[in-house]
């Protein structure tokens, strides 16, 4: 099992008792300290109390269960207006929504990033409109990342 699994099998039951949702999580080294972020949501939003709260019964957790071997920061927060979209519940929720899908490879008119409407979503595709009103079929094993595209 991956340090990130094992991390989000111990932080994901304490955000859910808190009554919210873990959207994700990332453990990365920026410069010379550990940082573990944690992304939390809830149907109205996240406000900074609902981070702090989450945060102090995080602590307590990660340091009996100490699965990270040295020192690190702890960052509770939103996922922001272009939440990052992993699971099929994230894909569910952003059906009809203006999304970014980058690919590993180019898939349609040499682009490896796409915009559009969020059609439909199957085990193995997604089904995008594009902005010229085109659609598109994006096989899953091929998406690097997706999020929610929002324009100022």
Known sequence: MSQQEILFKLVEPVVQAEGLELVD???????????????????????????????????????????????????????????????????ERALGKRVEIKTYVPLVEKKKTLRGTLLDLADKDLRLELE????????????????LHFEF
Do not use: M
């Open 132 to 147: 010229d009103g085109s659609t598109v079929n994006i096989p899953r094993d091929q998406v690097a990342k997706a999020r």
């Open 25 to 91: 999580l990332e453990y990365n080294k920026e410069g010379k300290r550990w940082v573990l972020r944690v992304f939390i949501d809830g149907p109205e939003g996240i406000s900074h109390d609902e981070c702090v709260r989450v945060t102090r019964s995080l602590e307590p957790v990660l340091e009996q269960e100490d699965p990270i071997p040295h020192g690190f920061v702890l960052e509770v927060s939103s996922p922001g207006l272009d939440r990052p979209l992993k699971r099929d519940r994230d894909f």
